[in-house]
């Protein structure tokens, strides 16, 4: 079993930034992938962006390219996501995911075997 801890979140003005990170504990060796969604009231989880461990490749959502950088050190069971120039419309609950396998589609939540519980980012004035 893994357990995902995110953390980070909270409000800040529109063009401002944040940090979130997400902490993984327990069988976390089999980690091939992690990655970030976001679901807004109403709407359904979305791709945000996500990060293969063997050779670091990342992709981002259109939405967000360009603002959002993924990082991370699987060495130290660790993922962040560094979100600038924030837009009221990223506001959400932002949920970390890792996926053991890599050859499924990592854009999707289907693609993730474990997640953590979220945490709240609301950007307004």
């Known amino acids: 079993q893994v357990q995902l801890v995110e953390s980070g979140g909270g409000l800040v003005q529109p063009g401002g930034s944040l940090r979130l990170s997400c902490a993984a504990s327990?069988?976390?060796?089999?980690?091939?992938?992690m990655g970030w969604f976001r679901q807004a009231p109403g709407k359904e989880r979305e791709f945000v962006a996500r990060i293969i461990w063997s050779g670091g490749n990342t992709d981002y959502a259109d939405s967000v390219k360009g603002r959002f950088t993924i990082s991370g050190d699987n060495a130290k069971n660790t993922m962040y996501l560094q979100m600038n120039s924030l837009k009221p419309e990223d506001t959400a609950v932002y949920y970390c995911?890792?996926?053991?396998?890599?050859?499924?589609?990592?854009?999707?939540?289907?693609?993730?075997?474990?997640w953590g519980q979220g945490t709240q980012v609301t950007v307004s004035s």
């Open positions: 327990g069988r976390t060796s089999s980690s091939g992938a």
């Open positions: 995911a890792l996926a053991i396998f890599t050859f499924a589609d990592l854009n999707r939540p289907g693609g993730y075997d474990y």
